[in-house]
């Protein structure tokens, strides 16, 4: 009986250990090389990182029409686009969902989206769920910093350390990371918890 219970045990490590390392293997971590991707805009052209020439780098964010999260995030998203792109660091949005799941996220209801909101960069759609597994995104919203250069990661997570209410803000994440980069020097802190809605598949 202490065999078969000492077997058992050594199971659940074992399927524990594999489950926290097929999970750290998901995808994009700082320092790793992203490919380039091909998405349909709102306006209906499809739009690929290759086609910004004279891009620094890009602040990606997977969002959605109908997260609480990602609402709460617009405006902050609209105010990083606005001080970025000038200075060569655009915003891509990404809307990660399956809107046959979530019909509110669909093509129709992103272009209305942005139309209300006044979205000042790309909103695109992941048609097939293709993209956001490569980056391992799971949240939205979920923002990956890439530079232009080498294409590589250099930061992954939260917009800041308020999900929801922008004047508790205290830590801007995404702008600390942006202006270590523009100005030559490491971003100092890599990695946060992005909180937000689970992607619906």
Known sequence: MKTIKNILLLAVVV??????????????????????????????????????????????????????????????????????????????????????AVPDDSFEKMKVRAEEKGFNFPYLLDEGQKVYPKFGATKTPHVFIVTKNDMKVKYIGAIDNSSRNPDAVTEKYVENAVDALLAGKTVQKTETRAIGCSIKV
């Open 15 to 100: 399927i524990t250990a594999a489950a926290f390392t097929l999970k750290s293997d998901a995808g994009y971590k700082v320092g790793d090389k992203i490919e380039d991707f091909k998405l349909k805009n709102i306006d209906g052209d499809f739009l690929s990182l290759s086609d910004y020439d004279d891009a620094k780098g890009f602040i990606i964010i997977f969002t959605c029409n109908t997260c609480p999260y990602s609402v709460a995030n617009e405006d902050r998203i609209i105010a990083l686009n606005d001080k970025y792109e000038d200075e060569g660091y655009p915003v891509i949005a990404i809307n990660p969902n399956n809107p046959a």
